[in-house]
């Protein structure tokens, strides 16, 4: 399953347990003592129930001793909303223990090996969600669990739960985001003496009808804490780390490659010559193009973060080096214009240096970018020492700005993903045959 590992046979065996309790023991209604019943199930439960089981008390005899819980955690659907930094789950949990009060002779009561009992007559565990984020119009809740009691005491309940929690994003290196969202479990009342935790599998839906379109779960991470109360009582934390990765897709062709082209284009303009009309005119679309794609690029970004993505930041440097590049194309056209009308006896230092510089072959041909202009012609200019000076400044200029642009997208444009994770998803199950 692209480098996953395969379900395990105690994972496979915690599926069964699954389907056989949402499939095959539907929930039974609350049992009623007193009343006779000819079914020899019915007479089980009312034997378990009916003398003198508390379903508020803890399932031990010994109350010294503690009941000691596994917790399996499967991911049946996700979603992560950007605008809250949200990340929405659908999650069965498959919870175990032991009830010393409901163990019985499988021989006594005609082979009866497991039953389902309504979970409003057992001892639960106050199991909560201690990470979910608060929302009055949809408070993240678990359903009633189904309930299967086997004749050894173990009992098996699987909750579905809708819930979420608050995750540490960054969006530097959008769209090509990492985020880390982590989860805490543990009982509300009950001590580590009394109740405690460990988790057993941690478990991803495979089917692609399950997954999120934009977001996919590349780690699965179980630890377990212990915390000190003020009344110095122990509780036991389960914790679940996720990892979330955008899936590449619209974002990436629909940013990316305009904002390449519009570096390249600020590239190609500044190899013109200063005096050329092309220069002007492609500036000119150059800013238009700039500020409609920031306008555009407002509907893909997340708003309102701590951390800007570095392709905003490209984009932001690429608007202020056009705004350059216009100001030193009107300055380089002034600067010829007064170098154009000294004499030749008369020439500044500046232009003598550029006449030596452009005696050179390898300059020459830096400087020859006449051939990109619509209306090039041969003609050679080789006393204009103010065309030489401006063409010195153009090449130097362009210099700089690749110089500043490769720069740019070595620091800011992130090209494929960083700081995943060096475990992935360990577990992927499926109910499909």
């Given at each position: 399953?692209?480098?996953?590992?395969?379900?395990?046979?105690?994972?496979?065996?915690?599926?069964?347990?699954?389907?056989?309790?949402?499939?095959?023991?539907?929930?039974?209604?609350?049992?009623?003592?007193?009343?006779?019943?000819?079914?020899?199930?019915?007479?089980?439960?009312?034997?378990?129930?009916?003398?003198?089981?508390?379903?508020?008390?803890?399932?031990?005899?010994?109350?010294?001793?503690?009941?000691?819980?596994?917790?399996?955690?499967?991911?049946?659907?996700?979603?992560?909303?950007?605008?809250?930094?949200?990340?929405?789950?659908?999650?069965?949990?498959?919870?175990?223990w032991n009830d010393e009060f409901l163990?019985?002779?499988?021989?006594?009561?005609?082979?009866?090996?497991?039953?389902?009992?309504?979970?409003?007559?057992?001892?639960?565990?106050?199991?909560?969600?201690?990470?979910?984020?608060?929302?009055?119009?949809?408070?993240?809740?678990?359903?009633?669990?189904?309930?299967?009691?086997?004749?050894?005491?173990?009992?098996?309940?699987?909750?579905?739960?809708?819930?979420?929690?608050?995750?540490?994003?960054?969006?530097?290196?959008?769209?090509?985001?990492?985020?880390?969202?982590?989860?805490?479990?543990?009982?509300?009342?009950?001590?580590?003496?009394?109740?405690?935790?460990?988790?057993?599998?941690?478990?991803?839906?495979?089917?692609?009808?399950?997954?999120?379109?934009?977001?996919?779960?590349?780690?699965?991470?179980?630890?377990?804490?212990?915390?000190?109360?003020?009344?110095?009582?122990?509780?036991?934390?389960?914790?679940?780390?996720?990892?979330?990765?955008?899936?590449?897709?619209?974002?990436?062709?629909?940013?990316?490659?305009?904002?390449?082209?519009?570096?390249?284009?600020?590239?190609?303009?500044?190899?013109?010559?200063?005096?050329?009309?092309?220069?002007?005119?492609?500036?000119?679309?150059?800013?238009?193009?700039?500020?409609?794609?920031?306008?555009?690029?407002?509907?893909?970004?997340?708003?309102?973060?701590?951390?800007?993505?570095?392709?905003?930041?490209?984009?932001?440097?690429?608007?202020?080096?056009?705004?350059?590049?216009?100001?030193?194309?009107?300055?380089?056209?002034?600067?010829?214009?007064?170098?154009?009308?000294?004499?030749?006896?008369?020439?500044?230092?500046?232009?003598?240096?550029?006449?030596?510089?452009?005696?050179?072959?390898?300059?020459?041909?830096?400087?020859?970018?006449?051939?990109?202009?619509?209306?090039?012609?041969?003609?050679?200019?080789?006393?204009d020492h103010g065309l030489q000076v401006?063409?010195?400044?153009?090449?130097?200029?362009?210099?700089?700005?690749?110089?500043?642009?490769?720069?740019?997208?070595?620091?800011?444009?992130?090209?494929g993903y960083q700081d995943l994770p060096?475990?992935?998803?360990?577990?992927?199950?499926?109910?499909?045959?």
């Open positions: 399953m692209n480098g996953h590992c395969t379900v395990s046979t105690k994972t496979a065996v915690l599926l069964g347990w699954i389907t056989f309790i949402l499939s095959h023991v539907p929930q039974s209604a609350s049992i009623s003592c007193g009343k006779d019943s000819v079914n020899v199930e019915n007479q089980l439960k009312q034997s378990l129930l009916c003398n003198g089981y508390r379903s508020e008390a803890r399932p031990r005899k010994d109350p010294a001793q503690t009941v000691n819980m596994t917790v399996s955690f499967f991911v049946m659907g996700y979603e992560f909303d950007e605008e809250d930094d949200l990340l929405e789950l659908n999650v069965w949990f498959n919870l175990q163990v019985w002779n499988r021989t006594k009561w005609n082979g009866i090996e497991r039953m389902a009992i309504n979970s409003d007559d057992i001892w639960l565990p106050d199991f909560r969600h201690f990470s979910s984020y608060y929302n009055p119009e949809e408070l993240p809740d678990c359903t009633n669990p189904a309930c299967s009691v086997a004749w050894n005491g173990s009992v098996y309940c699987v909750p579905r739960c809708n819930m979420n929690a608050k995750c540490a994003v960054s969006y530097n290196r959008w769209p090509f985001d990492v985020h880390q969202c982590n989860l805490w479990y543990g009982t509300w009342v009950n001590s580590m003496n009394e109740v405690d935790m460990h988790t057993e599998e941690l478990c991803l839906q495979a089917e692609p009808d399950f997954s999120s379109s934009r977001w996919s779960i590349v780690s699965l991470e179980k630890n377990r804490a212990v915390v000190k109360s003020s009344d110095e009582y122990m509780y036991t934390i389960l914790k679940t780390d996720l990892t979330l990765k955008r899936k590449n897709g619209f974002d990436t062709v629909a940013v990316f490659c305009p904002i390449m082209v519009l570096a390249f284009l600020n590239l190609y303009i500044v190899w013109l010559r200063s005096s050329c009309i092309e220069r002007k005119l492609l500036l000119t679309l150059s800013i238009v193009c700039h500020f409609c794609f920031l306008q555009q690029i407002q509907w893909i970004l997340p708003y309102n973060r701590d951390t800007v993505p570095g392709l905003l930041i490209f984009l932001q440097s690429s608007v202020i080096i056009t705004g350059l590049l216009v100001f030193v194309t009107l300055l380089n056209c002034w600067v010829r214009v007064v170098l154009s009308r000294e004499l030749t006896s008369n020439e500044s230092w500046f232009g003598r240096i550029a006449g030596q510089f452009s005696q050179n072959r390898v300059a020459e041909l830096i400087l020859a970018a006449d051939y990109l202009e619509l209306n090039y012609q041969v003609t050679k200019e080789e006393n401006a063409k010195l400044v153009d090449r130097v200029v362009a210099i700089a700005c690749l110089v500043i642009y490769v720069l740019l997208l070595l620091l800011h444009v992130p090209f060096s475990s992935r998803v360990k577990c992927m199950f499926s109910f499909a045959p």
